[in-house]
């Protein structure tokens, strides 16, 4: 099976258990969307498939804002969202800067008010009260592409009003990520807030490259200039004529083929800690781009496949007996990295050799490699097909490459399935209920 490799991203397919063969008779019907992309990357932010196009837009609008909100020197910031309006962020903050980032280098520390829980705002609240108290500066980013989150209003709502009590200025310390025109969008001007525009053809889940993520991560110190080079480098291999040259196109028809032999869980098992919060935005991704009632004709046809998150090698000692001995329902990527951002190593002491032998003096990365490879070679024995995604490092140019290649073969994979990877009918189902039971309706 096809290897590909770009300039420092490499995916292999070759545990597949899918013949080349199988993947040409795709490839003819997979022209026919890879075209439809070219187009897109033509035409700006003018098609549903807009989101390929971000990471060639100089941004100018945001670094203006991010390095406003620098000189205020805060010490905290709120990103007020959920779903599509955070996931991403916080995908590439704890990638990058580690999910430890507040505990250990934290120079304006991040919080994400991301549902409606009294436990965690009282908990926010409290941890930005004192800072608050003694004049220090806090920054709340509400996000809401609609502008009519019942989840995000509410919590913006409660942070806004702490930060009137404390601060004359509390104007400067908002800023609002939203569409032009919404609610949100004119409520926020009518305050006096500065606000960001999100394109109108961008779905939330495919924002990541859009002020919803560039914002909070360029404030927190994030390189978003190498961020989006990674994913440019990406959008272009992606956007390959060839199927065998395409790495999006090529992994969508492996999804696709799997679950068409009754492989409806696909398992992104990430083998670093720090990756966690990448394979959540990933499940969003999925799971709202293409588990459809429908197909794009308004066929039923109750599509999908379940997005599962692992981590290794910690949930290999709470899975591994069902990924290795239970049904042939999975296909699994897993996913490791090259340079660690640290080297520890064991003692080279004989103290605990009758323990565990063959570790003393090891790298931890030396033993988690070990781990992978023979997590992968029990999958080979036991015929469970799996791809393969290693990243050089843990750098923003390596996670822009991972998550430009997943949000396209996305919009591969529901092309395939036949199904519309840019709505989210059922989503909005939820929603009007939830205002209707707020209104009194129910």
Known sequence: MPHWVSEEMNISFEGSLIEGGEIDLLGEQLQNEIDSMNRAARLGYEDERASINLPIDDHQEVRRVVEEKRELDPEYLVVVGLGGSNLGTVAVQEAVLGRLYNQVTAKTKVLYADTVDSGLLRDITALLEPVLRRGGNVIINGVSKSGGTTETVANFQILVELLKRYKKDHKDCIVVTTDTGSKFWKFAKGEGYEVLEMPRLVGGRYSVFSPVGLFPLGLLGIDTVRLLSGARVMRDRCLQSEVVDNPAALSAAHMFLHSRRGRNIYNLFLFSPDLESVGKWYRQLMGESI???????????????????????TDLHSMAQLY????????????????????????????????????????????????????????????????????????????????????ME???????????????????????ETRRVLEGVI
């Open 291 to 313: 588990g459809k009632r429908c197909s794009r004709d308004g066929e039923a046809v109750f599509e999908g496949i379940t997005p599962t998150v692992a981590i290794g090698s």
């Open 324 to 407: 290795l001995g239970g049904p042939q329902d999975k296909y699994t990527t897993f996913v490791g990295v090259d340079e660690p951002k640290a080297e520890v190593r064991l003692p080279e002491t004989e103290t605990y050799s009758s323990l565990v032998e063959g570790i003393r003096g090891l790298s931890l990365k030396e033993i988690m490699d070990a781990i992978l490879q023979g997590v992968k070679a029990a999958y080979v024995k036991g015929k469970r097909p799996f791809s393969e995604i290693t990243l050089p490092d843990m750098s923003e140019r390596s996670i822009g490459q991972i998550l430009q290649y997943k949000m």
């Open 410 to 432: 996305m919009m591969y994979l529901g092309f395939l399935l036949d199904v519309n990877p840019f709505d989210q009918p059922n989503v909005e189902e939820y929603k009007v």
